[in-house]
C-alpha cells in the first residue's frame, strides 16, 4: 500500500491548520488592537494622575528631568524621558511594567523587572507648583517695585487687586482667629503664602489640558503638614510649653491624662488631615466630572454612532461650560477655606491665650 497520499494529506491538513491559526492570530491582533484603540473612561481619568512629561495645552511635552537612585545608590540623571530610554538603562515600555520607570536588567526578589529606590524626577505636578511658584514671584515682584517707585501714590489695576486680596486676609480672616495685632502680622506670610499658592495652582488647573496639583495628595498633604507644624509653633511658642501640654489635657484633671492625652493628640493630627483631604477631593472631584461630561460625547459617538455623539455634544459642552465656572469659584473657595480654617486652629491651639498680648499691651499703657 502506497503511503504517499496519506503524507500528502497530512501535510495538507497541516497547512490548513497552520493557515488557521496565523488568521485566528491575526484576527485576535486586530482585535486587541482595536480594543486599545477603543474609548474608555478609564483611559481618560487615568490622564488626571501624575507624569514625567509636561501636560498643558493639549500637549505632552518631555522636558523634565529624569532623576533616579538605583540599587546601588548611584544617581542616573537624563534630561527627560526620551535621553532615559535612549541610554537603556531604565524604561517605561517593559511589558511586564507598562506606564512605569523600571530597569531594562535588573530584577527583584520576585523576578519582575525592579524599578529604582527612589525616584527624584520632576514631574507634571512638580511642574505646575514651580509655574505657580514663579508666577507670585514675579506678580508680587512688580507690584513690591511699584510701590518702592510710588509709595504714597493709590494703587491700580492688578496692585490695586492683589492689596484688596491681602487685607481682606488679615482683617477677615488671619485678625479675628489669632487674637492679636502683632500675632497676626507675624503670620500674614505664611497665611498669604498658603492663599495664593493655593489659588495659583487651582487657577493653572483651569487651563486647557491642564491638571491640577491641588488633586494630588502629596501636594496637599505636604501643605496641611506646614499648618501642622506652624499651629503648634505658635501655640508653644506664645501659650508656653507648659499650656501646650496641658492643652492636650482637654481641661481634665492629671489623672485622666493616659486618656486625654492620646485622644487630644489624634485630634491635633486630625485638623490637617481634614485640610488634605479637602482640598484634594473638591479639587479632584471637579476635573473627574469636566472629563466625564466631555468623555460622554465619545461614549456615545462610539456605541450609538456618530449622530448620537454630535446629538449629545451640545448638551455635555453646556453642562460642561457650567461646571468649569464652578470650579473657577471653587478654586478661590478652596484657597479661603484652606487659609481660614488654618488660621481657626492657631487660634483654637492657643485657647485662652489667644489675646493674651493684647491684655498685656493695654494693661502696660494704663500705667
Not at 289 to 299: K, N, P
Amino acid at each position: 500500500m502506497s503511503t504517499e497520499p496519506a503524507a500528502h494529506h497530512d501535510s495538507t491538513t497541516a497547512a490548513t491548520a497552520a493557515h488557521h491559526d496565523a488568521a485566528h492570530a491575526a484576527g485576535a491582533h486586530g482585535a486587541s488592537a482595536e480594543a486599545s484603540d477603543k474609548f474608555t473612561f478609564n483611559k481618560l481619568l487615568d490622564k488626571l494622575g501624575d507624569h514625567h512629561e509636561l501636560d498643558i495645552f493639549f500637549g505632552q511635552y518631555e522636558i523634565l528631568p529624569v532623576i533616579l537612585l538605583d540599587q546601588n545608590n548611584s544617581v542616573h540623571v537624563y534630561s527627560n524621558l526620551h535621553a532615559m530610554e535612549e541610554s537603556g538603562q531604565y524604561t517605561m515600555h517593559h511589558p511586564e511594567a507598562p506606564h512605569k520607570i523600571v530597569s531594562t536588567t535588573v530584577k527583584n526578589e520576585y523576578g519582575a523587572p525592579a524599578g529604582p529606590t527612589l525616584d527624584l524626577s520632576v514631574t507634571n505636578f512638580v511642574a505646575y507648583q514651580w509655574i505657580a511658584m514663579i508666577l507670585m514671584t514675579v506678580i508680587f515682584g512688580v507690584i513690591r517695585g511699584r510701590y518702592k517707585k510710588n509709595p504714597i501714590s493709590a494703587p491700580r489695576g492688578l496692585q490695586n487687586a492683589i492689596e484688596s486680596v491681602v487685607l481682606y486676609v488679615h482683617d477677615q480672616i488671619v485678625r479675628p482667629n489669632v487674637g492679636t495685632d502683632k500675632r497676626a502680622m507675624r503670620l500674614m506670610p505664611f497665611m498669604l503664602s498658603l492663599f495664593f499658592f493655593i489659588l495659583s495652582l487651582n487657577l493653572i488647573s483651569l487651563l486647557p489640558g491642564a491638571h491640577a496639583a491641588t488633586g494630588a495628595l502629596p501636594v496637599t498633604m505636604a501643605l496641611a503638614t506646614c499648618t501642622l507644624l506652624v499651629v503648634n509653633y505658635i501655640a508653644i511658642k506664645d501659650a508656653g510649653i507648659g499650656s501646650w501640654f496641658k492643652h492636650l489635657l482637654g481641661g481634665a484633671p492629671a489623672y485622666i491624662a493616659p486618656i486625654m492625652v492620646p485622644i487630644e493628640l489624634v485630634g491635633i493630627i486630625t485638623k490637617p488631615f481634614a485640610l488634605m483631604i479637602r482640598l484634594f477631593a473638591n479639587m479632584t472631584a471637579g476635573h473627574i466630572v469636566l472629563l466625564s461630561l466631555v468623555g460622554l460625547i465619545f461614549f456615545f459617538a462610539q456605541e450609538m454612532g456618530e449622530t448620537v455623539g454630535w446629538g449629545v455634544a451640545p448638551i455635555s459642552v453646556l453642562f460642561s461650560v457650567f461646571i468649569y465656572l464652578l470650579e473657577l469659584l471653587v478654586a478661590f473657595l478652596q484657597a479661603y477655606i484652606f487659609t481660614m480654617l488654618s488660621a481657626v486652629f492657631v487660634g483654637l491651639a492657643l485657647g485662652d491665650h489667644a489675646a493674651h498680648d493684647d491684655h498685656h499691651h493695654e494693661h502696660a499703657a494704663s500705667h
